[in-house]
């Protein structure tokens, strides 16, 4: 891991405490402030442009750059350095003058202060008219016009024909369009209420798309659908599966998924009544295996030993070479993933929720096919993933179905009956997810399984008022009955518990790792969609999490579209999930020596327990 | 201007002599010394990541930047610094170190010495074998690798899906292509030996082809043809009035000029035998229309007053951008322009001349429709163009003709008859260019034609042995009877008086600015492919040149190839180029309040002669 270093940030004209954050060396300053939530003044997002993010170092050293030269060269000796070029190579103590302009603000994600200011700027600028004493092009004239605004940008090549079209109308007023250092449009006349975003969550189930106003810094329509690779895999796995099949098979699962997001463009643009071409940016996460379909990437790698993605970091292209059809000339940003199997849309989970960032020490679960969990502080973090299988997701359980109308979501055994909350208003059909572990936590707290996941015969049960409910089906499979029709049979309770024993290994490694135990956690957060639903009692039953107090225990819901919204509405935001990997130290479970022995111990219920011992 | 800056170079470790130059403030030391001819060790190209530039700054001050600290730390008390990040400004003496590993040169362009250091570096790396405990993306392992090598790189998209592909083999060796700074391939095996790059002069009449290979240092094939946008109008003026139609017209040419370059792809492939995907990159070359036109701009802005271009800068795109099949992910690097009317061909001029670079005091034509001129030397240096108009390629001349079977293109009236040199083993038809310019020269200098140009009548002319060979055409019209039917008219002579006249002018403009007349001149210097065939001593007699003495008058052929060709055999020389702009000042002549005065005056046979007064 990189060395850590202690920056001390002192704010000045503020009524503030001092702020103190450790960051890997080689952080800017500017970019630890972030990772504190400390903002300093930017309009150029911290490319050494604007001169706006001075800083004055009170201890330690900063190296004197071109652009402190260029923007504070009469202050240079008093310790003044641009923060966002001034690297931390030893332990700092820096004075923060006070924001001059305090951008807009929002609580976005698990209660974040987000500041709003997209990596999209709009900029109305008068050019001069074009005149035989100025021996300047065109595009030196809006770029001239650009560095008065502090910001100094590239181009694709295909924006000259549009400004020459622009430009020829002579009239002086345009409006410049920068994504990031980059001028992707330049419009007549004042647009600059017209300038929108998108971020997507492209989940292997679902895909959602937010829209946002980047203008009003305000979410314009949102909307999901399932992601159109359903045909080819029900789960990653599956589709990894295909993917292997060949450059076809990868091609329906890449055009299949850009299909998907597009239909998305489509509906949020209807509803909001917003053009294409006025969205300039996306941002997009999703777990590592969608990001290489995505891009038409082999996810082979991933899929075999020893588990290696191609890419991980973040990815900046044209929006229009990954098919997708916002502004010609528009952006996608893909957040980094942490490693092969716990990816960008974990990424976006800890920034939505400040693991790894806050003092706090915090678990973050989130369960599908794959466990992934983020557990740490400010001090340190660590990722993992875990093989959980599809059973949360009602694969390979007799009665499992997805969370949809007549699931069994909820069971309540503890009053001598048998009751149930079933989605929709209808007989319950069979159980999804969350049912599955109500019904086995039930069955555990009335005893009718015991520790390692054995069932009761309606013998040995013998008394207890659930007995009866104990069946036998064919070849002596002892099962529970639900519901007429609804049953759990022990083979799905090993189903579960092979699943809930890797989730519990992956979290007693990372905890090991860190030195913790259950006492040590201040929360534990559930994550993704299936985990806002899961019943953080039945949870710590089973030891699918470590026995912390239950108001400890709280769903958080869709944090990875959160996450990505964020990034998209705020550049600081995206600058710390681009720098998280580098903070958050990526484990393989497979690559743990006793990981088989933690597996079979974490198949009780609930050894996790154990680690508060 | 930009304010110039002393530095002052001392090789160290070398019997050389100190080195002067005088360039912009801003400028890195690395690349001043380019300038100056004097090579600093780099294998990244001046991006500050090799670390091998360091020199020891001896007088000035550099500021330490981040690059330095990380490669030399331990020797930045002693003055050292990375010279690629190393800013001049002030003035300033450096210590260089001796080349250490000298690379291969050759002498090109008029005399150049050129080191053999392409854009294009194709590297041979050893990949770690993928394993659980190494968390590293593919794509790292393909980066790492390459920062050991000194180089820092980023990639396109699309690379991605090559990755997985070319790494699921899990053979160690791979090839890794860096084009300037960013990954375009990685192949099995090693590849280094195939490596080639195309420079393109694109002319309005022709374009010329040259497939190099980088790696050899050498040319493996050129090839020639017409530009197909021909059929769209014979000069530039002609291919701006159809262009300035609307966008079909503007595609029309466009598509016209990306088949041409095809075409010639096509055939230096297949007579060098190379494969189209084993060019990483294209070096292109033309005057500002036809760099608008391949890229689909549109050139109205340069066609109309006041004559500024869409863009001027060098472009750097990604060949497919442009149409251009090479690499699929090759690069296209437009050279930078002067200005509206003094292209990137007068660019590559400049470099492959050593004008603006020597202390020599020369003057640079290529004479055309426009008229080009870069007059200067390594203290100041300007450039301008001159609306010259069709006569110099046939047009508007009576019996004018390209320089095709049948052309005279040259005339001796001194021995009391007339010899001609005609194109070809054939009867002459009409006469080209530079059989215009020696028939009126000769005529002036047998004193059949006056000083304003006046064809004397064949009465006037009683007793001039050539006196019969003055015929009258219909309305009187006054003409010289060349050969049978070949004549050239008063009015063709008043043509060739206003074409030179303008150029002329230019002349004179660009060498009063400089406060030069022509006993300050070196050297006088014909470019273009039309400039080798003009006879020097008919130019100075007609002053279209200043009156120096004949032998300093120098026809250098086509230059602007040989100066795209420099640019994509060396990257120094190409960042001499690109920094060209901003050492030559561009003079607009129709900005010029006593053009009209300088241009009438120059109308006489030959009124440059007064510079030397």
């Known amino acids: 891991?990189?060395?850590?270093?202690?920056?001390?940030?002192?704010?000045?004209?503020?009524?503030?405490?001092?702020?103190?954050?450790?960051?890997?060396?080689?952080?800017?300053?500017?970019?630890?402030?972030?990772?504190?939530?400390?903002?300093?003044?930017?309009?150029?997002?911290?490319?050494?442009?604007?001169?706006?993010?001075?800083?004055?170092?009170?201890?330690?050293?900063?190296?004197?750059?071109?652009?402190?030269?260029?923007?504070?060269?009469?202050?240079?000796?008093?310790?003044?350095?641009?923060?966002?070029?001034?690297?931390?190579?030893?332990?700092?103590?820096?004075?923060?003058?006070?924001?001059?302009?305090?951008?807009?603000?929002?609580?976005?994600?698990?209660?974040?202060?987000?500041?709003?200011?997209?990596?999209?700027?709009?900029?109305?600028?008068?050019?001069?008219?074009?005149?035989?004493?100025?021996?300047?092009?065109?595009?030196?004239?809006?770029?001239?016009?650009?560095?008065?605004?502090?910001?100094?940008?590239?181009?694709?090549?295909?924006?000259?024909?549009?400004?020459?079209?622009?430009?020829?109308?002579?009239?002086?007023?345009?409006?410049?369009?920068?994504?990031?250092d980059r001028l992707v449009d330049v419009e007549p006349g004042d647009t600059r209420e017209r300038m929108f975003g998108v971020s997507f969550d492209l989940g292997t189930t679902t895909v959602v798309a937010t829209l946002v106003d980047l203008r009003a810094g305000a979410v314009s329509a949102v909307t999901s659908t399932i992601n159109h690779q359903a045909p080819y895999g029900a789960d990653v796995i599956a589709r990894m599966g295909h993917a292997m099949g060949g450059p076809d098979e990868r091609e329906q699962l890449r055009s299949a998924v850009v299909e998907t997001l597009n239909g998305l463009l489509d509906d949020v643009c209807a509803s909001a009544s917003v053009a294409r071409e006025d969205?300039?940016?996306?941002?997009?996460?999703?777990?590592?295996?969608?990001?290489?379909?995505?891009?038409?990437?082999?996810?082979?790698?991933?899929?075999?030993?020893?588990?290696?993605?191609?890419?991980?970091?973040?990815?900046?292209?044209?929006?229009?070479?990954?098919?997708?059809?916002?502004?010609?000339?528009?952006?996608?940003?893909?957040?980094?993933?942490?490693?092969?199997?716990?990816?960008?849309?974990?990424?976006?989970?800890?920034?939505?929720?400040?693991?790894?960032?806050?003092?706090?020490?915090?678990?973050?679960?989130?369960?599908?096919?794959?466990?992934?969990?983020?557990?740490?502080?400010?001090?340190?973090?660590?990722?993992?993933?875990?093989?959980?299988?599809?059973?949360?997701?009602?694969?390979?359980?007799?009665?499992?179905?997805?969370?949809?109308?007549?699931?069994?979501?909820?069971?309540?055994?503890?009053?001598?009956?048998?009751?149930?909350?079933?989605?929709?208003?209808?007989?319950?059909?069979?159980?999804?997810?969350?049912?599955?572990?109500?019904?086995?936590?039930?069955?555990?707290?009335?005893?009718?399984?015991?520790?390692?996941?054995a069932l009761l015969s309606r013998d040995d049960a013998a008394g207890h008022p659930l007995a009866e409910r104990i069946v036998e089906l064919e070849g002596g499979l002892k099962a529970f009955e639900l519901a007429p029709g609804v049953v759990l049979t022990q083979l799905d309770i090993r189903e579960l518990q092979s699943a809930k024993g890797a989730i519990a290994t992956g979290i007693e490694v990372a905890m090991d790792t860190l030195g913790w135990t259950a006492v040590d956690l201040d929360e534990v957060l559930l994550a993704g969609s299936f985990g806002s639903y899961i019943n953080p009692q039945s949870a710590r039953l089973l030891g699918l999490v470590p026995p912390v107090p239950v108001e400890r225990i709280k769903a958080v819901g869709n944090t990875a579209s959160e996450g990505a919204k964020m990034a998209l509405m705020s550049f600081r935001e995206r600058e710390v999930a681009f720098e998280l990997p580098s903070f958050v130290e990526y484990l393989e479970l497979s690559a743990q020596e006793d990981f088989n022995d933690r597996f079979i111990r974490n198949l009780r219920f609930p050894a996790l327990e154990m680690v508060a011992s």
Chains 1, 2 share one sequence.
Request: glycine share 10%; proline share 6%.
């Open 1 to 180: 891991m990189t060395h850590k270093v202690q920056v001390t940030y002192l704010p000045v004209g503020e009524a503030r405490e001092p702020v103190m954050t450790r960051v890997p060396e080689g952080t800017t300053l500017f970019h630890a402030a972030h990772w504190a939530g400390l903002p300093i003044d930017s309009t150029c997002g911290g490319r050494g442009t604007c001169g706006k993010c001075g800083v004055r170092v009170a201890v330690g050293h900063a190296a004197r750059t071109l652009a402190d030269y260029r923007h504070l060269s009469e202050r240079l000796d008093e310790g003044w350095r641009l923060s966002c070029q001034a690297v931390v190579a030893e332990e700092m103590t820096v004075e923060v003058p006070r924001l001059l302009h305090p951008p807009r603000a929002a609580t976005m994600g698990v209660g974040r202060f987000v500041l709003l200011e997209p990596n999209v700027q709009k900029l109305m600028l008068e050019l001069p008219a074009p005149s035989v004493d100025d021996h300047r092009s065109r595009l030196q004239h809006v770029r001239d016009a650009l560095v008065e605004e502090g910001l100094e940008v590239t181009h694709d090549a295909d924006l000259l024909p549009r400004l020459a079209e622009v430009l020829s109308e002579d009239a002086p007023t345009v409006t410049a369009t920068v994504v990031g």
């Open 279 to 453: 969205i300039y940016e996306a941002v997009l996460v999703g777990n590592a295996t969608m990001l290489h379909l995505l891009l038409g990437v082999d996810p082979t790698s991933i899929a075999l030993s020893p588990f290696v993605a191609t890419f991980v970091d973040p990815q900046d292209l044209r929006a229009s070479t990954a098919g997708l059809a916002i502004h010609p000339r528009g952006r996608l940003t893909l957040l980094p993933s942490f490693g092969a199997y716990v990816g960008a849309d974990i990424v976006a989970d800890v920034l939505a929720t400040g693991v790894a960032r806050d003092p706090e020490r915090r678990l973050l679960v989130d369960v599908g096919t794959n466990g992934e969990i983020v557990c740490g502080s400010e001090a340190r973090s660590v990722a993992t993933a875990a093989p959980a299988g599809p059973a949360f997701e009602g694969g390979q359980v007799r009665c499992g179905m997805r969370a949809t109308a007549g699931a069994i979501e909820g069971v309540d055994l503890e009053h001598g009956d048998v009751r149930l909350e079933v989605i929709g208003d209808v007989a319950p059909v069979g159980m999804c997810g969350s049912g599955l572990i109500d019904a086995v936590a039930q069955l555990r707290a009335v005893d009718l399984v015991d520790e390692t996941g």
